[in-house]
């Protein structure tokens, strides 16, 4: 079976720019989240979507957005990049329900984002 | 105040022995969840381990079992018989909540296996 898969895998951008990531989740799975992982630091939660409906939303500004689509694929957008917004975004699925075992949230190789 | 405490930066280990993995939590919710991810250097969190706030036991999976203390706010990971494969950065974290939306996550600890 498939893991989470992301695309693209590493991304070159320019200060100013825009950026679409996107992220496929281990079929089966409705839920999405989204982290930033800067270097040496753990990840950090950006997004949360469950049935195409945003359900948790961390600490970060408006430039960045996040959708999912019915097929519970999703994509991360990054307006007006920052250096500062040089990262690994890793891309988590999940099956929600009503036993706590069932929310272990799996990983895709995340994208690799330099900002120049 | 962190929800996630990892105090090991680096750690090493001689090849075939164990080695344990620090992390201590801080919340208020009487149901969370703590997870175990091992991260390689190309970037790919993988899961190893969970343990629930009401699980009786410790959590146990092949050569990882999570020494899990309560009272003491710990979820420490141990593995058991390190290979050279161990090698990684190991990140420790936390679901508040049975649903949760969000994990939090510690800063990490770099492990090397010493052949």
């Known amino acids: 079976d498939a893991g989470v898969t992301q695309s693209p895998t590493h991304l070159i951008k320019t200060r100013g720019q825009q950026v679409t990531l996107r992220c496929s989740p281990i079929s089966g799975h409705k839920s999405v989240s989204w982290y930033q992982q800067v270097l040496g630091q753990g990840p950090q939660f950006i997004f949360q979507y469950y049935e195409k409906e945003e359900r948790g939303r961390g600490n970060f500004p408006d430039r960045f957005s996040a959708r999912q689509f019915p097929n519970y694929s999703s994509e991360l957008n990054v307006n007006a990049l920052l250096l500062g917004d040089s990262a690994l975004y890793l891309c988590?699925?999940?099956?929600?329900?009503?036993?706590?075992?069932?929310?272990?949230?799996?990983f895709g190789a995340g994208t690799r984002l330099s900002v120049l | 105040a962190q929800k996630i405490t990892q105090t090991q930066p680096g750690m090493f280990v001689q090849e075939k022995e164990a080695v344990t993995l620090d992390c201590t939590y801080d919340t208020s919710d009487p149901s969370y969840g703590l997870f175990w991810y091992k991260q390689p250097s190309s970037g790919e969190m993988i899961f190893l381990i969970y343990q629930g706030s009401y699980d009786q036991q410790n959590a146990t999976e092949g050569r990882y079992s999570l020494n899990f203390q309560k009272a003491r706010k710990s979820a420490n990971l141990v593995i058991s018989a390190s290979q050279l494969g161990d090698s990684a950065m190991y990140f420790c974290?936390?679901?508040?909540?049975?649903?949760?939306?969000?994990?939090?996550f510690g800063t990490g600890t770099s492990l090397t296996v010493i052949p």
């Open positions: 988590a699925s999940s099956a929600i329900g009503s036993s706590l075992a069932k929310n272990i949230q799996y």
């Open positions: 974290a936390m679901r508040e909540g049975p649903t949760g939306n969000q994990f939090y």
